[in-house]
């Protein structure tokens, strides 16, 4: 087959898609502004792995940890059939692709989907439509994603460069958590002790805890580069429950893009990156010839058990003599720093391109309002109650407790029957308080729903979240399916609309957004993708205990404003 080659570019694109070997043999066709469909087999299946002293048995796709990169351009048609040959229930969510038309191939267990039941398997079909950058994909059910994660990668269409200096060579960093335990059971005993998680094993980046972890001195990940070169690095959090700081020893950073967004560029000696984003970063080998230890850590404003021991991985400059005994050690922010997150978020600026242009609506016709938070509930009679004062750990939005149905909403909206849901979620929380200040405990109870927000097909939506002391402030990385948004604000305390300083010319282009602990963030978006679509918590256990909600956009007037009917292979409940 001819492959036509007509920039470097392309040239590197296809030695990636060698390197990996994740795109099969019928992919590598001539790439031009054409779309491309790209076909993809992912197996879900058991793989023996020993880290952290211990052997056991992990569920992969394909056998990798992390899984395969899906690489493709702005345009493409990707097709993943994903087959389940383990004992779990599997979904597969592809994270801050926006569905565009496409909701049913979004992924969430039983929300626009019933699971991947064991020995079944479904064809996923969607369109990279006007998105570019970096991505990724994993499991949506229980606590899968841990280790069913991957990397997607989208190139811009042929002859449409970068807003930078085309790099050297591009790597990928996936910065994940790892427990040696059965993750599903570890959420299954979590929530029935109506406590909190066990903190992670190990951070890891790229699978790989690093050395300073029992068993661990040869499993690191090492990145070598040559000197005076530059590197885009594609970073990648698919961890759980923690949010972490990366850095790397000696050498700054300069950011480049978010979530699939350009962004103006700016220097860095760290960055903050929380569970649900990407960062694309552009690395400069400028320092001496030797070895850099890059790392990540945790941040967590909580007052909550977690593991402060860093991943490390290895810069390793090529000619090098220096042993590993004497490798550059590196500096992390203090897992408590919220001052530099809220630094590095207040640098974050859209750059506009000729072919991605900002968009902010300017005018809202919906205008919302929600609390986020942890709450605390009574404990019920012979429950285990491991929460303080006796209680049992929930969370919400609104003060309403998400509860999870048997039959996916989207296929009882779309059929409009057998209703799994009620279309009432507030726009505003029940009750007004200090949302920031001291809280008695009997407030911080919740009620529990499956109830979703319906909205108009292309109206304009303001969105403020605002986190809660309910039981602990903290940072929550909030992500919404099927759309990017425009963070127009964040500040810290309570909202207050008339001294809060909005952005509505070039804010970040986002589809996670971290609420600061103790604050508030502030999003627009135009509603103009129907279907239904989740919006969660990215720290996991909090989704377990109900930080979640939906939203349903209703199908325009036009016959091009109707989502399609469902696939045939539709997984049943």
Request: proline residues 7%; glycine residues 8%; aromatic residues 12%.
């Amino acid at each position: 087959m001819t492959i036509s080659l007509k920039d470097s570019r392309n040239i590197q694109y296809l030695i990636l898609v060698n390197l990996i070997g994740s795109i099969i043999v019928s992919e590598l066709a001539s790439i031009s502004n054409a779309s491309t469909t790209r076909y993809y087999d992912f197996k879900v299946e058991y793989k023996s792995i020993t880290k952290l002293c211990k052997s056991r048995k992990i569920v992969t796709v394909n056998g990798q940890y992390p899984g395969p990169t899906i690489y493709a351009q702005e345009g493409d048609r990707i097709i993943v059939k994903v087959s389940n040959g383990v004992g779990y229930n599997v979904t597969i969510h592809w994270h801050g692709v926006r569905q565009h038309f496409s909701c049913w191939f979004d992924g969430p267990a039983y929300i626009t989907q019933c699971p991947i039941q064991s020995g079944k398997s479904f064809t996923y079909e969607f369109t990279l439509y006007q998105q570019k950058g970096t991505l990724f994909w994993h499991a949506h059910i229980s606590w899968l994603r841990a280790t069913v994660h991957g990397a997607i990668v989208i190139y811009p269409m042929t002859g449409v460069p970068y807003p930078f200096a085309f790099p050297y060579e591009e790597h990928v960093l996936i910065i994940g958590e790892y427990w040696n335990s059965d993750v599903e059971a570890l959420e299954r005993r979590t929530l029935a002790s109506g406590g909190g998680p066990p903190p992670s094993q190990a951070y890891t980046i790229n699978g790989h805890p690093g050395p300073l972890y029992n068993c661990s001195s040869t499993d690191v990940f090492v990145l070598n580069v040559k000197h005076g070169k530059t590197y885009l690095l594609r970073i990648i959090n698919a961890g759980m429950n923690i949010e972490n700081f990366f850095a790397i020893a000696d050498h700054n950073l300069t950011v480049v893009a978010v979530d699939g967004s350009y962004t103006k560029p700016f220097r860095t000696s760290s960055l903050i990156i929380t569970p649900g984003q990407t960062t694309d970063v552009l690395l400069t080998a400028s320092h001496s010839i030797k070895k850099y230890y890059m790392g990540v850590g945790p941040y967590t404003p909580a007052n909550i058990p977690f593991n402060n021991v860093p991943a490390l991985a290895i810069l390793n400059y090529e000619g090098s003599s220096s042993p590993f005994t004497t490798i550059a050690m590196l500096s992390l922010p203090r897992a408590n720093d919220s001052m530099t997150l809220l630094k590095f978020t207040g640098k974050l600026r859209t750059l506009p391109t000729p072919d991605s242009i900002i968009n902010v609506p300017q005018t809202i016709d919906r205008n919302l309002f929600f609390t986020v938070g942890l709450n605390q509930e009574a404990c019920g009679k012979g429950q285990i109650c491991k929460a303080p004062n006796h209680t049992r750990f929930s969370a919400s939005m609104n003060n309403i407790t998400f509860q999870r149905p048997s039959l996916a909403i989207l296929q009882s909206y779309y059929y409009s029957s057998n209703r799994s849901y009620s279309p009432d979620f507030p726009d505003n929380p029940p009750h007004a308080f200090d949302y920031t200040g001291t809280t008695q405990l009997h407030a911080a109870q919740s009620s529990i729903g499956t109830r979703v927000s319906v909205l108009s097909f292309n109206s304009k939506v303001q969105l403020v979240l605002q986190d809660t002391s309910l039981t602990s402030v903290e940072n929550h990385p909030i992500h919404l399916h099927g759309y990017s948004f425009y963070v127009v604000g964040f500040g810290l305390g309570n909202f207050n609309p008339s001294t809060a300083k909005f952005n509505l010319v070039d804010p970040p282009f986002r589809n996670t957004i971290g609420v600061p602990a103790g604050g508030w963030a502030a999003i627009r978006f135009t509603a103009n993708n129907p279907g239904v679509w989740f919006m969660h918590c990215h720290l996991e256990i909090h989704t377990s205990w109900g930080l979640s909600m939906a939203f349903i956009v209703k199908n325009g007037d036009k016959h091009t404003e109707v989502l399609p009917g469902p696939p045939a292979d539709l997984p049943k409940c």
